[in-house]
């Protein structure tokens, strides 16, 4: 550090603000005055302890409050580093996503314009693999206020998750089972989102002799859709069937499909099948798609899909990290009727 400043300066401020943000305080100032420079070297925690009387706990509490905002940054068995001039958000988040498709670029973009004038996002991938997701958020632990995730993995990873502090913790689209302390989580319920919406149109239902659901093995979330779905076909004595992809012995004329394939190849297959039977798709074959694009939209004259509304989610978030609110709530989801059914 590049001037000395005894134990009674720092204490010059008011009794009421707490020690760790007087440290904060002093050490924004030494970067402010430019007696701090960037990448220049912070004492270290031994140093600042004996400077300023403080505990270790202390100490560390004031620097990993810097940390978050991005002010300093800690470099293993180095220190900590000046890595920015001033605090020019609230917030700091770390947004960690399964992967980017177009609901989570609607997520993110949403998230983006309505955090953009209040916090910095930094955005992280984990493509489901259970190593990434740890080390990502191992590392990052204390470099930002909140941490928004999408917790899609096949492995438990509650006990990664428990190591974020419960206040910066918010969970997206699937809730977790076993995390501890009061977190956020905006969340989709698959069985309800499923059986709520067939139930909307079960009139248009009517006209198919068999409603069949598409299941991809590898779908993280297939067994709460499989639930909500055959809730729904025995409650209402409605024909079904379940397969893992369309199959061409069975696709008759009275069949209604849902899918939820995450790169709607099974649409593309039941569209190119309607065509070469000269079918008619809203007519003879119904068709029921997760997850709402722009595509989806047209094709075909519009698909029918079911799908979470992820700008509504988005909006949640930015809410509870300014609001500073705990919440738990189920994200809206909705069928939106178009020609295929």
Known sequence: MRTQTSSEEIHDTSSQRMKYLQLVDHILKLIETDQLHLNDRLPSLKQLEQQFHMSKETVLKGLNYLLEKGIIESVY??????????????????????????????????????????ADIDVYFHHHNAKVFEKLIIENLHSYTHFVVAAYLKEEVSAILNQIPASKRILIDFDQPHLLGS??????????????????????????????????????????????FLQFCQQNHYPYTIQHEIATNNFHKGNVYITFNKYDTDDVTLIKLVRKKKYHLGEDIGLISYNDTDVKEVLEGGITVISSDFEAMARTVAETIEQKQRIRQRNPTKIILRNSL
């Open 77 to 118: 068995r180095k220190g900590y580093y000046v890595r920015k001039k001033s605090v020019e958000h609230n917030f700091r988040i770390f947004l960690l996503l399964d992967k980017m498709n177009p609901m989570r670029d609607k997520f993110y973009h949403t998230l983006f314009d309505a955090m953009k004038d209040k």
């Open 183 to 228: 977190y956020s989580s905006i969340y989709q319920d698959f069985k309800s989102d499923i059986f709520d919406a067939l139930t909307k149109v079960k009139q248009k239902l009517k006209k198919y002799k068999q409603l069949i659901l598409i299941v991809p093995a590898e779908a993280f979330h297939a067994n709460s859709v499989i639930e909500g």
